[in-house]
């Protein structure tokens, strides 16, 4: 019997997963998965059978790494950022339910954590990570997390905030944080985190909605604390005010 | 001028850090951290220089690595887990507003993505986390962010759920928790991330009360759509409930 390890990959380049996660790569016979992130390995790992599957093709996927497991071969099932977050492992944990699979989840630095690193440090402490994407969530939960988010005053980072198919979930989401915060509260954005055309930058709730925003970018906004420093995005953790 | 990463370490061993925060290490003059970390690299490192300061010693430290970058080092300031969540960024970020040394955060695999990856997937989507220590915040934020990351249905990562100055604040929690939640809620706890005596247990929010929890422990309480399948907590993502 084989095994499938999912493999949070961390933040664009090979530098950004663990020294975990390469060794899991090595060692596997076969990596697996969605096209865009299996290409970006073809080269580095040209001794070992590589099998994309396109965008909503993820239980086929899954279905993939379990049977040829089951045929004795140790697989990769690759995820950008994390396994976990926004990732295969559940969806692979769930349909493992009859099989004897053995599955191993290997985490990776998801886009919450390496944008901030980017920005600064607007997530130094408790925050909460909400997605736009209604594909698998209807919105008005989407909106449910927006407002308890707010309500927490927690600092959130905010996945998927549009796409060409649903362009104005980010504009819906900033008004609704509006109903609870001013339009100087500071934020900040990061698109194609780790990769050459990496971008940052530190605005204002108000100044959002009027960036260039698509669907490789996270979005920051900052709680009540959050404060620009030198630059930068910063929630303190209040190691200053104590005395 | 010299230069000062904050390098999240990840949970525990070298495997669990990137290759990115390796090489920051490695290019190093000199490694600052928290006693208890610095001692885990020690042996590793030999030919650096390493300085550790006692816990509450987190201005100190962060004193520390501006004056030696300014002295034309580059230094590491180490944090468990991330750089920004619960670690050193923030703060480094606070005091360096009048100096202009040059500041690069190394993100890292937080405890609540290394323990939900040894739990299964409980943070598949959505999630909160949320901190119990009532050091630098107060308790009455950390009850208003409990009640708002319970009302958002949240899945939920609690860290530092007690310690021997504070035994009952897990319990406080668990209370909260409990007016929004019935007691089979799907939870579980994972010790000692990462190291050699690290264990993980699925249990049930009842169950939580009477497990042995410490400060190296994090807990999960999964949100409404939360299973165990194969005694592994996950939330599914609905790729299974989508037609």
Redesign the interface.
């Known amino acids: 019997m084989g095994k499938v390890y999912v493999v ?1 990959m ?1 933040p664009g380049k ?7 996660a ?2 899991a790569l090595e060692e596997s016979d076969l990596i697996i998965g969605y096209t865009v992130y299996v290409d970006l390995l073809r080269e580095e790992y040209q001794s070992k059978e590589l099998l994309a599957t396109g965008m909503r093709q ?2 086929e996927r899954c279905s993939l790494c379990i049977s040829k497991a089951g045929e004795g071969k140790t697989v990769s099932l690759v995820c950008s950022g ?6 295969m ?3 692979l ?5 009859d099989s004897d699979v053995e599955i191993e ?6 886009a919450a ?2 944008g ?3 920005l ?12 736009l994407s209604d594909n ?2 209807p919105w008005e ?1 989407i909106e ?2 927006l ?3 707010a ?4 600092p959130l980072a905010i996945y998927n905030p549009c796409s060409k198919s649903r362009p104005e979930h980010l504009k819906k989401a900033l008004t609704i944080l509006s109903e609870y915060m001013d339009g100087e509260r500071p934020c900040g954005i990061a698109r194609n985190i780790g990769r050459d055309d990496e971008k940052v930058q530190v605005c204002t709730l108000n100044e959002l909605g009027s960036l260039d925003i698509d669907m490789f970018t996270t979005v920051f906004i900052g709680c009540s604390d959050t404060v620009i ?2 630059g ?1 995005l ?7 005010s ?1 005395v």
């Open positions: 949070g961390g090979r530098d950004g997963m663990t020294i975990r390469a060794k993820e239980k994390d396994a976990g977050v926004y990732g492992a559940s969806l944990l769930e349909m493992n339910k989840v290997i985490p990776g630095v998801t954590l390496s901030s690193a980017l600064g440090a607007p997530l130094s402490g408790d925050f909460c990570v909400v997605s698998l969530t939960m449910r997390r407002r308890s988010a309500l927490g005053d927690f420093v030198n930068r910063v929630t303190p953790r209040g190691y200053m104590k």
